[in-house]
């Protein structure tokens, strides 16, 4: 292969692993271990992210607490600006669920695709779940480690069962540490402008 070739085409690592981690895990797709962790990594979807965004709002506002409060309507913008980031991209690249997969169907290419199973590429809920993490770790820094440990076990949970790819959750992880990071960074300039007004 000519070096032109191969400058053009630098994912190819990463979509050959893609396609082995398919090819070990498909096998055990539908066993009890592996649709357990299914069930666990749906903590990671947009409607149980909001409500625990949601909740932890509701519970700063019976505990007078603003800073809860506060973390709580942070991890939910953090959580939405993902999600838009997120669906951005899901609308421009079809790629097939590692479950329904075949031939060639594992790279991601351009295009609009709505059904569920050519949607694989980013992981919406590897997304979510870093964003979430990231906004709440930025008001509790002392939970940090046990909130991105929880991130990632929701996102790593998408492999097992097919429903992503490595490289579909490493990016939906890094849409959602974006996501945060902006949303954290808008968070800080706003404290000030109001700090500096009061």
């Known amino acids: 292969m000519s070096k032109k070739k191969r400058a053009a085409k630098p994912a190819e690592p990463v979509f050959e692993i893609d396609k082995k981690v398919r090819k070990a895990l498909l096998p055990y797709r539908e066993t009890k271990p592996v649709e357990a962790i299914g069930r666990l990594s749906q903590i990671g979807d947009q409607a149980q992210l909001r409500v625990l965004a949601g909740g932890t709002v ?3 506002l019976v505990r007078c607490d603003p800073r809860m409060i506060g973390a709580g309507v942070r ?3 953090a959580h939405e600006v993902a999600t838009l980031m997120k669906d951005f991209v899901k609308r421009r690249v079809i790629r097939a669920r590692p ?3 075949a031939g060639k169907e594992h790279k991601p290419r351009k295009g609009r695709d709505t059904r569920k199973e050519a949607s694989s590429f980013p ?3 590897s997304a979510g779940a870093v964003a979430v993490a990231r906004a709440a770790a930025a008001v509790y820094p002392q939970h940090a480690a046990a909130a991105n440990a929880a991130a990632a ?3 790593l949970a998408r492999i097992p069962g097919c429903a992503h790819y490595p490289s579909d959750v490493a990016a ?3 849409i959602g540490a974006v996501a945060a ?3 954290n960074a808008a968070w800080r300039q706003a404290a000030r402008l109001v700090a500096r007004r009061a």
């Open 58 to 60: 509701v519970f700063g």
């Open 75 to 77: 991890m939910l913008i």
């Open 99 to 101: 479950r329904s997969a």
């Open 123 to 125: 992981s919406g809920h």
């Open 153 to 155: 076990g929701v996102s």
């Open 172 to 174: 939906g992880a890094a």
């Open 181 to 183: 990071g902006l949303v």
